[in-house]
Nanobody, 124 residues
Framework: QVQLVESGGGLVQTGGSLRLSCGAS????????MGWFRQAPGKEREFVGD??????TYYSDSPEGRFTISRDNIANTYLRMNNLKPENTAVYYC???????????????????WGQGTQVTVSS
């Protein structure tokens, strides 16, 4: 059973940056692909990007090159967000998956474990 804990969210002004962290415990981190999702009030959970066990990354179109996902060899995954906009305001979740399937990793159902989320608020 993998436990995930996100941190690093907060309030930032338009144009600012944040780095979210996701710490994993209770499982073999290197066996899991990691994904980031976000959910704004009244909206469905939305795929942001993922990183496979080999370090390959894939992003949705919405970050427009402003977001970067990375992972270390211990148990941490990161989401670096630059030039933030008010529409990026949401609760951000990290998730762990036992698959490297490209299409599957874009869907919430493709993940086995989820963190509790961290709030990101971008003020205009």
């Amino acid at each position: 059973q993998v436990q995930l804990v996100e941190s690093g969210g907060g309030l930032v002004q338009t144009g600012g940056s944040l780095r979210l962290s996701c710490g994993a415990s209770g499982g073999t981190f290197s066996n899991h692909s990691m994904g980031w999702f976000r959910q704004a009030p009244g909206k469905e959970r939305e795929f942001v990007g993922d990183i496979s066990t080999s370090g390959s990354t894939y992003y949705s179109d919405s970050p427009e090159g402003r977001f970067t996902i990375s992972r270390d060899n211990i148990a941490n995954t990161y989401l670096r967000m630059n030039n933030l906009k008010p529409e990026n305001t949401a609760v951000y979740y990290c998730a762990a998956s036992l698959t490297n399937g490209i299409l599957v990793l874009r869907l919430p159902a493709g993940y086995n474990y989820w963190g509790q989320g961290t709030q990101v608020t971008v003020s205009s």
